[in-house]
């Protein structure tokens, strides 16, 4: 993201102007690593969409890192793959603590929590028993400049006592 703002700024000869941009994004992310500094990992689970076979979810890509970044771990970091269908029994294997929801397409966020509630399956797993639920949009977890808000989001929902 860095590097994309330090080119944009040398294409149309503003480079000030990244400079700053980028030293905020980085000032916020550090605040909020400090924030949630010795915290323990809170286990993420990020819904995209219900696919036939289980769960459409991120594997290792750079939501996974905004993630990391805000004192979550992604439970499908492991992945070979930056996307991936995921069972439904995995979900519940790895016990999410909070989940992230895309919020884009046809299908609304309202059905989307709806369809993990509404889920027997995921009943015993820690974010649907405590409802914690969270929404981004797509623009929110792609890398822009708004990359250090979406951090700071995700750290107050991972670690809200950090941030009361």
């Known amino acids: 993201v860095y590097q994309d703002f330090y080119n944009l700024g040398r294409i149309f000869q503003v480079e000030d102007k990244a400079e700053e941009i980028v030293s905020a994004m980085k000032a916020q992310i550090a605040a909020v690593e400090e924030s949630v500094a010795g915290q323990e990992a809170t286990p993420v689970f990020v819904f995209d969409m219900a696919q036939e076979e289980g769960a459409y979810t991120c594997g290792n890509n750079f939501t996974s890192k905004l993630i990391e970044h805000a004192g979550g771990t992604n439970i499908f970091r492991d992945l ?46 820690p974010a649907i028993q405590n409802d914690r639920i969270i929404s981004v949009k797509l623009c929110e977890v792609f890398a822009s400049s708004m990359t250090g808000s979406t951090v700071e989001k995700f750290a107050q929902a991972f670690h809200p006592d950090c941030f009361a």
Do not use: F
């Not at 016990?95 to 027997?120: C, F, H, M, R, W």
């Open 80 to 125: 070979d793959t930056t996307w991936a269908t995921v069972s439904w029994e995995t979900v519940v294997e790895r016990a999410p603590e909070v989940i992230v929801i895309n919020d884009y397409g046809d299908t609304s966020l309202e059905e989307k929590i709806a369809q993990l509630k509404e889920n027997p399956a995921l009943a015993t797993v």
